[in-house]
């Protein structure tokens, strides 16, 4: 089944103390994203990648790290989490290939940060 | 940067009946894709519709249908007989489609539809 998996689904976490969420996906997906969405705001774009080895910022980067090493996976990073970084994030994978077609969106489950 | 607008935080639409639901945009871009997705209690972000910017017709898929006016940058999304599990959030969103560089997804603030049985 195509599918893009985030882990973890919820997560409690304190300032400060640096985390992970992964993303794994299995359609062969060039492009990769993460978002964050925010009551009021909608889905804002944070990092993503065109491929491997090839990141770029979105329109929310502070505070965020991402990596591409391998085609499937594309992990955030928080170093040092704050309070304000508390939401619902997504992370996407598409063909959206420059010129190409197929341009649909798969996205995670969604995980749950809050930071206290 | 691309900007998605959607004025209408809530709606609320009787089961059965039509509602429809806006988004405007503002790009200089002349080749996008424009879509709508559904995000229900589930949290999960589901593709409803999708319109290619150089087709005229308007999209349609079973109960749900989108307006696009190109000129006047506008695309809103018509759900008939609506349904329970028509509740959710909306959101609509735009993709660039250029022959180079990202083609980066955009979304608006999100309409959180109610159906009311």
């Known amino acids: 089944e195509a599918q893009v998996t985030q882990n973890p689904r919820y997560l409690i976490t304190v300032t400060g103390k640096k985390l992970t969420v992964t993303c794994s996906q299995n359609?062969?997906?060039?492009?990769m994203s993460w978002y964050r969405q925010d009551p009021g705001l909608g889905l804002r774009q944070i990092y993503y990648?065109?491929?491997?080895?090839?990141?770029d910022k979105g329109d929310v980067p502070e505070g965020y790290k991402v990596s591409r090493k391998e085609k499937r996976n594309f992990p955030l990073i928080l170093e040092s989490p704050s309070p304000n970084q508390t939401s619902l994030y997504f992370c996407?994978?598409?063909?959206?290939?420059?010129?190409?077609?197929?341009?649909?969106?798969?996205f995670g489950q969604g995980t749950r940060l809050t930071v206290v | 940067a691309q900007t998605v607008t959607q004025s209408q935080p809530e709606m609320s639409v009787q089961e059965a009946e039509t509602v429809t639901l806006s988004c405007t945009y503002d790009?200089?871009?002349?080749?996008?894709?424009l879509f709508w997705y559904k995000q229900p209690p589930s949290r999960q972000m589901i593709l409803v519709i999708r319109?290619?910017?150089?087709?005229?017709q308007n999209a349609t898929e079973n109960r749900f249908s989108v307006n696009f006016q190109k000129a006047a940058k506008s695309f809103s999304l018509k759900i008939s007989d609506s349904q329970l599990g028509d509740t959710a959030m909306y959101f609509c969103?735009?993709?660039?489609?250029?022959?180079?560089?990202?083609?980066?997804?955009?979304f608006g603030t999100g309409t959180r539809l109610t159906v009311i049985p």
């Open positions: 996407a994978s598409s063909l959206s290939q420059p010129g190409g077609r197929n341009t649909e969106a798969f």
């Open positions: 359609m062969n997906h060039e492009y």
């Open positions: 990648s065109m491929n491997v080895e090839v990141t």
């Open positions: 790009t200089s871009e002349s080749n996008y894709y």
């Open positions: 319109q290619e910017a150089y087709k005229q």
């Open positions: 969103a735009f993709m660039n489609h250029r022959m180079t560089g990202a083609n980066n997804l955009f």
